[in-house]
């Protein structure tokens, strides 16, 4: 089992909010057209795991990246072995998944909630924490 934590911040705080105010949602790699009408994030693995919004309209970074990202901890760039740990972490392909949100988890992240990923096998969990405790709720 692997959980990979994304600790609260203006950006992921951000990323919740963008998500939640749009009208339309990505459909990642034209395979998902139900996602297009469901308010999701995007959970990411590639050069790093990250979430992102799941908004059809890109977030934007405040360095002009095409889009703005929040890591998880331990695998943002410039982590010491990123491509091993990535890799122990979430498997050797990259990829984009998305994940379902409701109104309270949103808000929750926008009040100050972290937000968490557990991987085990096949089977993907997740939810948000509150910065103060020290276990992690799930959801399927």
Request: charged content about 25%.
């Amino acid at each position: 089992m692997t959980q990979i934590v994304f600790a609260p911040s203006e950006t992921l705080a951000r990323i919740f909010e963008h998500t939640k105010e749009a009208e339309k949602w990505s459909n990642p790699y034209g395979i998902m057209p139900e996602m297009e009408n469901q308010m999701h994030i995007d959970f990411v693995k590639d050069s790093g795991i990250y979430i992102m919004s799941g908004a059809s309209e890109r977030l934007r970074g405040p360095d002009g990246e095409v889009n703005l990202v929040a890591y998880a901890t331990g695998f943002e760039p410039g982590t010491e072995d990123l491509w091993e740990r990535t890799r122990e972490a979430a498997g050797g392909d990259d990829f984009c998944e998305p994940l379902p949100l409701d109104e309270k988890m949103v808000k929750q992240v926008i009040d100050g909630f972290g937000f968490f990923v557990t991987l085990e096998g096949n089977s993907l969990k997740y939810g948000t924490y509150s910065p103060h405790r020290r276990y992690f709720p799930t959801r399927d």
